[in-house]
C-alpha cells in the first residue's frame, strides 16, 4: 500500500510538471514576441538617440558662432566707445581752447 501511495505521488508531481511545462511552452512564444518588440522599440530610440546628438552638435556649433560673435561685437563697441571718448575729449580741449 505503501508503495501504490508513493507511486500515486510520483505520478501526481510527474503530472504537475508536465501542466507546468505545458503552460511555459505556451508562453515561450509571446516572451519571443515581447523581446523582438523591445529590440525595434530599442532601434527606434537608438535611432532618435542618434538624431538627437547630431541636433545637439549643431545646435553647439551655433551657440559657439553666436558667442563668438557676441564676443567680437563687444571688442568692437568697446574701441568705438574708447575712440568716441577719445574724439570728445580732443573735442572738449578744442572747444576749451578758444
Known sequence: METTHATASIT???DQWLHEGAELI???PSVFEDR???RRRLRSVED??????A???KL???VDRLQRGRAETA???ETY???IGRLTDNLRVKVKGQ
Do not use: K, S
Request: hydrophobic share 40%.
Open 12 to 14: 501526481q508531481q510527474i
Open 75 to 77: 571688442e568692437a563697441v
Open 26 to 28: 505556451r508562453v515561450i
Open 48 to 53: 532618435h538617440v542618434h538624431q538627437l546628438e
Open 36 to 38: 523582438d518588440g523591445l
Open 60 to 62: 553647439q556649433a551655433e
Open 81 to 83: 566707445v574708447g575712440e
Open 55 to 57: 541636433e545637439m552638435t
